[in-house]
């Protein structure tokens, strides 16, 4: 068995946003880190919307309560 966090990454400005670094935090209901895992995305235009996955080789310890996922770019990812 292994854990697993799905999700979809989303540009909403209204240019191409590139090298955003995707970062995904379990934690527990104390808020301790219990596992952590991280991507690349090369690349992501105006408006569009990729699948991402992270795949944990094991089951991760702990009881999980919520998971974070961070998504930044040298470029922002707000518009600025």
């Known amino acids: 068995r292994r854990s697993v966090v799905t999700a979809v990454i989303t540009n909403r400005t209204l ?8 970062g995904v935090f ?11 895992h991280g991507t690349v995305l090369d ?3 105006a408006g569009e ?8 080789p094991a089951v991760i310890a702990g009881d999980v309560s919520s998971v974070q996922i ?5 470029e922002g990812l707000s518009g600025e």
Request: aromatic share 6%; glycine share 2%.
């Open 15 to 22: 240019r191409a946003v590139e090298n955003i670094a995707v």
């Open 26 to 36: 379990v934690l527990d209901k104390s808020g301790n880190l219990l596992a952590v």
């Open 43 to 45: 690349r992501l235009a």
């Open 49 to 56: 919307s990729q699948p991402i996955r992270f795949t944990w």
């Open 70 to 74: 961070e998504a930044r770019s040298p």
